[in-house]
């Protein structure tokens, strides 16, 4: 048959076929070093960014693509809080809710912040998400909560009771209307929300500094803080950082 990487459409055959992948003296597999080349980088440049301009026509990823991140049972959706890679800065955003405070969560997701706010003394807690599946892991882990099946943009709950709080962690990215949604939210209230400075499948925007987070969002707040948090496990920011708000809704 040649060198495997001259025939690249029975390499594909051979693994369709259950056939292991072959290697060469580097290590690398050969669809690794196809990966590699320059050529399949600009083509993996320009389906990344096809896919965005799809996701901002859309306004977001819809449902159903959370519905089958949820569904795949990965680790970060099914473990207690305390090892999720989101702790240190849900550990600061509970710091920043008084005892008995009653709280609102956008995009509540299974439910491990909503476990942990209330461990840590939160008064009373009402949560949605628009992603069924998401409901349903947090109806399981919180039993005796209220959790809706709802969309941040159209939903009724900001105003179905008074809340102190309103959070919504790694929701603010994935939507084209980011500010609108923040608009429903009563003035007065808290509002404690993230925003990365890292892409991903499913954002729509991310932030390079805090300065650009305080010029995008800074005009619905009375006052804003910001400030920045790595994932669990990682000393200096290297594999992305967290920017946390926190103000009153003006």
Not at 2 to 14: E, I, T
Not at 54 to 66: E, T
Not at 125 to 132: A, R
Not at 161 to 167: H, P, S
């Amino acid at each position: 048959m040649g060198h495997p990487g001259y025939n690249v459409s029975y390499w594909f055959h051979y693994r369709q076929h259950g056939g292991p992948e072959m290697q060469h003296t580097n290590g690398d597999t050969l669809v690794t070093q196809i990966k590699k080349t320059p050529v399949m980088q600009q083509v993996k440049k320009a389906v990344w960014g096809l896919r965005k301009k799809v996701l901002v026509a859309r306004g977001g990823a819809p449902s159903g693509w959370y519905d089958d991140v949820y569904s795949h049972g990965h680790e970060d959706y099914v473990n207690h809080y305390s090892e999720s890679r989101y702790l240190p800065v849900w550990e600061a955003l509970c710091e920043r809710i008084a005892p008995g405070s009653s709280v609102l969560e956008i995009g509540c997701g299974p439910g491990q912040l909503a476990e942990m706010m209330l461990d840590k003394g939160v008064g009373s807690y009402v949560g949605f998400d628009f992603s069924p599946t998401a409901i349903e892991l947090a109806r399981k882990r919180l039993p005796n909560c209220r959790l809706e099946v709802a969309d941040a943009r159209t939903t009724d709950l900001y105003t179905s009771e008074k809340f102190d709080v309103v959070v919504a962690t790694e929701v603010l990215e994935h939507i084209i209307d980011d500010l609108p949604v923040l608009e429903r939210v009563p003035r007065g209230a808290i509002i404690l929300a993230t925003v990365p400075n890292f892409d991903y499948a499913s954002h729509v925007r991310f932030f390079g500094t805090v300065e650009q987070v305080r010029e995008r969002y800074g005009p619905l707040f009375e006052s804003l803080e910001v400030a920045t948090h790595f994932h669990a496990g990682d000393p200096d920011g290297s594999h992305g950082i967290f920017y946390l708000l926190h103000g009153r809704r003006a």
